[in-house]
């Protein structure tokens, strides 16, 4: 299973730390997982594909300039021949690949450095993004307990559902 966010995305939302993320990490990875389920549901009930059929993640292999028209990849396995994507948010596309990198890339518009993560697909920067808003507000709602924690998980839960339902509809983030 395609996940669409991270520990690290979900821990951001929290403001926990590497430790905290690290004792938390089963019930981090089970919100993960019931989020992405969520998403892919939420498209197939407006009669689309699921969005995790398309999306590959690697890391930068080498830094990246803005207006680069070649993107060096850690691992180019999953990544199509040609397509669009994200470098860190920063959408683009491309029109070849060869192993490891991918040729022909325009619409780069920033600088990246090394190791930065790099998706294809259309929606991955913002899919990331509501994954994170929900996990982290499943997180927060099976750990409860505070009111604190139950008003931040509700308005975590609010923004990541009204995104995803207004992605779903539109199919596009163009």
């Known amino acids: 299973?395609?996940?669409?966010?991270?520990?690290?995305?979900?821990?951001?939302?929290?403001?926990?730390?590497?430790?905290?993320?690290?004792q938390a990490s089963a019930k981090l990875t089970l919100a993960i997982r019931r989020a992405t389920i969520e998403i892919d549901q939420e498209f197939r009930d407006y009669g689309r594909d699921a969005p995790s059929r398309e999306t590959a993640e690697t890391t930068?292999?080498?830094?990246?300039?803005?207006?680069?028209?070649?993107?060096?990849?850690?691992?180019?396995?999953?990544?199509?021949?040609?397509?669009?994507?994200?470098?860190?948010?920063?959408s683009f596309s491309w029109t070849g690949k060869s192993t490891n990198q991918l040729t022909g890339v325009t619409g780069v518009s920033a600088d990246h450095l090394d190791d930065v993560t790099v998706?294809?697909?259309?929606?991955?920067?913002?899919?990331?993004?509501?994954?994170?808003?929900?996990?982290?507000a499943f997180y927060m709602e099976d750990e409860g307990g505070t009111i604190m924690s139950e008003q931040g998980g509700t308005v975590l839960r609010e923004r990541g559902t009204t995104?995803?339902?207004?992605?779903?509809?539109?199919?596009?983030?163009?």
């Open 60 to 90: 930068l292999d080498g830094a990246v300039s803005a207006g680069a028209t070649t993107v060096n990849l850690t691992s180019g396995t999953a990544f199509s021949t040609a397509g669009s994507g994200n470098i860190d948010g920063d």
């Open 1 to 22: 299973m395609v996940y669409y966010c991270s520990q690290s995305d979900v821990g951001s939302r929290l403001g926990i730390n590497n430790a905290q993320r690290t």
């Open 163 to 174: 995104n995803l339902k207004r992605l779903a509809h539109l199919g596009t983030v163009n």
């Open 119 to 136: 998706q294809e697909g259309e929606m991955a920067h913002v899919l990331k993004e509501i994954c994170a808003d929900l996990a982290a």
